[in-house]
């Protein structure tokens, strides 16, 4: 790049920025630089100058606004929320149909013992039932294996939302201050709508039993 | 010659489904004694421990993967001579061919049938 006409100063700052490795070069930096430059740019404009000026500061405008859009997207939600919540649904996914699995095979195990009491073309076609049963269960081996690659997916994209998150510093934490959310607010006995309630299977953990549930229904009586 | 339904079967596989699986097809084809690894480490203790007939691996296990196992196996002499059959997800051809090169016996594809199993089980061991 070619720095002879730049402040010094100006000029050391950009080949430093140069050096920076793709990617790790915060936008604010980016922004103070186009800055500096526009207001290191004094006295008589030439045509090609005052060209020059007004793509500096297009851009600069441009950035200012990326970091705005970009930070209203919220990237930090989906790495601390949306990105966890998906990988702990992808692996109760993995323990329920291995739970299923299991329960399908302890079934057919019995099947296989009244089986082997019988004899002729009985106990052959329950052979070949089982036989089919347990090859069907292979399903959740291939499905436990497809899951684990997309959890490996799914960590490869928050390693590059956390980039972003650090190439933006505090930008993200400026834009929550100016724009808390609703939820945020202290709410008095807030009733939730109806789409709120639409949570889809809880994880074990965070489910309630039918006891609760049936003593939760017995304590309005 | 006939196949000695009594030799013992090492069956290696990190999800205990699969290895229930496998079990239970093996059981029905009469093969009594059935043997679980749930990765090519602990299968490879019990190679050595046991004289085994067959060894049916996965091949992607953690801390050793099924290929790892085999190329073990065949680095041993007192194991080599084992036949070792793949039963995995992995399907591309350049798998295929690292296995053959590493001395498979066979491979079959997941998800697998109890015919393909026999299928392939006889022309490693022969007809039983």
Same mark, same amino acid.
């Given at each position: ?70 930070? #209203? @997207?919220?990237?930090? +939600?989906? $790495?601390?929320?949306? /990105?966890?919540? =998906?990988?702990?649904?992808?692996? *109760? ?59 490996? #997916? @799914?960590?490869?994209? +928050?390693? $590059?939302?956390?980039? /972003?998150?650090? =190439?933006?510093?505090?930008?993200? *934490? ?48 | ?128």
């Amino acid at each position: 790049m070619a720095t002879d006409s730049v402040d010094p100063e100006l000029a050391t700052r950009l080949q430093e920025l140069g050096r920076e490795p793709g990617g790790s070069v915060k936008v604010e930096e980016i922004a103070e630089v186009v800055e500096a430059i526009l207001t290191t740019m004094q006295g008589d404009l030439s045509a090609v100058d005052v060209r020059l000026y007004e793509e500096l500061e297009s851009l600069s405008r441009f950035i200012t606004e990326a970091k705005t859009d970009i930070a #209203a @997207l919220r990237p930090d +939600e989906v $790495k601390d929320e949306f /990105l966890p919540k =998906a990988a702990d649904e992808l692996d *109760a996914i993995v323990e329920a149909t291995a739970e299923a699995t299991n329960s399908i095979m302890d079934a057919v195990g019995e099947v296989e013992e009244v089986m082997s009491k019988l004899k002729g073309k009985n106990a052959e076609r329950l052979m070949d039932a089982t036989t089919k049963i347990y090859e069907a269960c292979g399903f959740q081996d291939i499905t436990g294996q497809r899951i684990t690659k997309v959890v490996g #997916a @799914l960590q490869h994209i +928050e390693e $590059k939302v956390d980039a /972003l998150l650090n =190439a933006f510093g505090d930008e993200i *934490a400026k834009y929550k201050a100016a724009n808390p959310k609703m939820e945020e607010a202290p709410v008095e006995e807030a009733i939730p709508a109806d789409e709120d309630l639409l949570h889809g299977p809880q994880k074990k953990e965070a489910a309630m039993s039918q006891a609760d549930i049936d003593a939760l229904l017995n304590s309005f009586d | 010659m006939a196949v000695d339904l009594n030799m013992n079967v090492l069956i290696v596989d990190d999800y205990q489904t699969m290895l229930r699986i496998l079990r239970n097809l093996l059981r029905q084809l009469n093969f009594k004694n059935i043997d679980e690894a749930s990765d090519g480490s602990e299968a490879l203790k019990k190679l050595r421990a046991k004289a085994f007939g067959l060894v049916i691996s996965d091949w992607n296990m953690e801390p050793m993967t099924g290929i790892q196992l085999l190329r073990e196996v065949r680095a041993d002499e007192k194991l080599k001579h084992i036949p070792f059959v793949m039963i995995t997800a992995e399907s591309k051809s350049e798998n295929v061919i690292a296995a053959k090169e590493a001395g498979v016996s066979n491979y079959i594809v997941k998800p697998f049938n109890a015919e393909t199993l026999k299928g392939k089980l006889i022309s490693v061991l022969g007809e039983f």
